[in-house]
């Protein structure tokens, strides 16, 4: 039993990130708001992707530096002989085949060797790694699964795994499938379902398999925030009677806005941001589509297009996920003059410094591919989004903004361009014309994104919703690591599950 007054170490909190950019840095983000709460945080993970995320995590020690809370440390460990991988490739980023991608979900890092040795209050597990579930209960250690998503696609997921559709759907690629029991009527195309149980039976599995394990974990923890999604937050917790902590927007802790999330930051940032001062307020459209979605050279030449017809100034990141193809593969006619006049446009090859971006006044639009750390930054930013979602969960995070939220106009208005066809330009500047123009539409969207951006502000600041949420999650762990101490004390040896 604790003595009165009796000192309580801090908890400890290991956090196990997939091995991409779009779930390290969140990770890193959510040490750096845990430890700023007085928690130690230990991050595990591979020499390649402990580079992404140090500068982050450094930033944020340096700013608790005196402050007595526990700096942020990050174990990094060998990345494991998977085989077939060249030496080097640890991240989502360097994977070139599906073969690899799923090979990748095995990448057991000696995680329950940190476990035995270290022995922390709970992990924050990455939901892909699904099998740090058993290890996690093994060894008596809660286990908080994250999968980087909003909770509505978090819902989609489940209401896809629990209610398959698609068996009863008809085998039309175009034919819309509903996705049953939601807050609001969600439905895709047959083509855009993330997974086809008839066609993937091993993805089907794969999900299922993490499902689960987020079911018999403790808990779950969101970078999403109460007032973004209420109604998602009411189904997941008492539709579906799972435990949730929303404790975002994660990217407002971080103290590292300009080369969090990279090592190697574009040359073209600073000039970037200097071009930027040159512009009026809320007059240029920023593009990126993250980190893993790449663009065709007949996509980048209507995108190319629908920029120049549109009429706004913009600045457009060529990441590395698109091959640097040769100009002449996409550049349309006209381009190359436009970008010479340096007013129209500026190109960002590399990793752009996207936190300044959006927070710089100047920007007033954000041309996504709705990834959802995007999507949130954008939200957080008050910047209004052109949404062009090509896979996965980011088809839901386009609902969220556009059909719920009311914070962005889709560029493809629904249609499945991902699997045949190229959006064409036209259609490209007509959706940032619809967004940035002077229009009542225009006028709701911003108004929109102002209310959501300080609502997230809010969100987690002292007393905020996700403030509170991660104050009632140190309680529990807190309270959990007391009753186990007692009872181990009182020789009753209980071990509790994860
Ligand atoms: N990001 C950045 N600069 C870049 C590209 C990406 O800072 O040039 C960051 C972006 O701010 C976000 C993350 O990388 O935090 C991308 O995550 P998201 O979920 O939006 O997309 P993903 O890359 O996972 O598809």
Redesign the pocket.
């Known amino acids: 039993m604790a003595v009165k007054g009796e000192q309580q170490p801090p908890l400890h909190i290991l956090f196990f990130p997939f091995l ?3 779930h390290l ?1 969140p990770i890193a983000d959510m040490a750096a708001l845990f430890a700023a709460r007085g928690i130690r945080c230990t991050i595990l993970t591979t020499t390649v992707n402990a580079a992404i995320i140090r500068s982050t995590v450094d930033h944020a020690n340096d700013a608790s530096h005196g402050t007595g809370c526990p700096a942020i440390n990050i174990s990094v460990v060998p990345f494991p002989d998977i085989g077939g991988l060249p030496p080097g490739v640890e991240n989502g980023m360097a994977l070139k085949s599906d073969v690899d991608r799923e090979r990748f979900f095995e990448a057991a890092q000696p995680f329950e060797r940190f476990l035995v040795d270290n022995c922390p209050d709970a992990v924050v597990s990455d939901s892909f790694w699904h099998w740090s579930a058993d290890a996690a209960a093994e060894h008596g250690v809660p286990r908080l699964a994250f999968l980087g998503t909003s909770m509505l696609a978090r819902s989609c997921t489940e209401s896809m795994l629990r209610n398959n559709p698609l068996e009863a759907a008809p085998d039309d690629l175009d034919a819309l499938v509903l996705l049953p029991g939601l807050p609001h009527r969600v439905q895709l195309r047959r083509s855009q379902m993330m997974i086809d149980p008839a066609k993937r039976p091993d993805h089907w599995a794969l999900f299922q398999s993490i499902n689960a394990a987020d079911q018999r974990s403790f808990g779950e923890v969101f970078n999403s925030f109460h007032a973004l999604e209420p109604d998602y937050v009411e189904h997941y917790q008492r539709a579906l009677g799972r435990r949730a902590w929303l404790v975002g927007p994660v ?1 407002l802790a971080s103290k590292d806005m300009a080369g ?2 990279t090592d190697a930051l574009s040359p073209d940032a600073n000039s970037c941001l200097r071009w930027l001062d040159t512009k009026p307020a809320g007059s240029v459209v920023y593009v ?1 589509f ?4 790449s663009s065709s050279p007949a996509e980048m030449r209507e995108l190319a297009r629908g920029l120049a017809l549109s009429g706004v100034d913009f600045v457009w ?1 060529i ?1 590395a996920a698109t091959p640097a193809p040769d100009s002449s593969e996409w550049m349309p006619g006209g381009f190359a003059e436009l970008m010479a006049r340096g007013d129209r446009g500026f190109i960002i090859r590399g ?5 300044l971006i959006l927070d710089h006044p100047a920007v007033g639009g954000f041309l996504t ?1 709705c ?4 999507t949130l ?1 954008a939200v957080s930013a008050g910047v209004p989004m052109v949404t062009w979602p090509r896979y996965a969960d980011q088809l839901h995070n386009e609902q969220l903004a556009v059909e719920v939220l009311r914070v962005g106009v889709s560029v493809t208005g629904g249609k499945d361009y991902a699997s045949s066809g190229v959006v064409m330009g036209e259609a490209i500047a007509e959706s940032i014309v619809r967004l940035m123009g002077n229009s009542d539409e225009g006028d709701a969207i911003r108004e929109k994104a102002r209310e959501l951006c300080m609502k997230a502000r809010c969100a987690v600041e002292n007393g905020g919703s996700s403030y509170n949420d991660v104050g009632s999650l140190m309680d529990e762990l807190m309270a959990r690591r007391t009753a186990y101490r007692n009872a181990v004390k009182v020789g009753e040896g209980i071990r509790p599950t994860g």
């Not at 993250?290 to 979605?293: D, F, R």
């Not at 990793?351 to 936190?355: F, R, S, V």
């Not at 990834?371 to 995007?374: I, K």
Request: proline share 8%; hydrophobic share 35%.
């Open positions: 991409a950019p779009g840095i990217a969090r999330g990126s993250g980190t893993l979605t990141v990441g990793w752009a410094p996207q936190l591919h990834g959802w750390n995007s930054e």
